[in-house]
């Protein structure tokens, strides 16, 4: 079973929003470092943007102001809000759960910005 699972992408116009979910199970959510990463067609998978399990965040250059990560621990998800999206942001989005011994993907969740 994959204990964690992206769901919220979809088609958006530029200049639009999105708000993606990963809702994690069978991990004790709030010990986990939770990111963000992309793959967008042809390309390498990039980092997006980092919670720690206090809060703490970072986001790659080209997704500051733009992006917010945030968590919710008594509901075991992560968050991603996605607003002013590009035609560049397209891509297949994946959260990632990370401790010093685990590392856990989701399957994906596929943002399409085009109008």
């Known amino acids: 079973q994959v204990p964690l699972v992206e769901s919220g992408g979809g088609l958006v116009q530029p200049g639009g929003s999105l708000r993606l979910s990963c809702a994690a199970s069978g991990l004790t959510f709030n010990m986990y470092v939770m990111r963000w990463y992309r793959q967008a067609p042809g390309k390498e998978r990039e980092w997006v943007a980092v919670i720690t399990s206090s809060g703490r965040t970072n986001y790659a250059d080209s997704m500051k102001g733009r992006f917010t990560i945030s968590r919710d621990n008594a509901k075991n998800t992560v968050y991603l809000q996605m607003n002013s999206l590009l035609p560049e942001d397209t891509a297949v989005y994946y959260c990632?759960?990370?401790?010093?011994?685990?590392?856990?993907w989701g399957q994906g969740t596929l943002v399409t910005v085009s109008s």
């Open positions: 990632n759960a990370r401790t010093a011994v685990q590392n856990f």
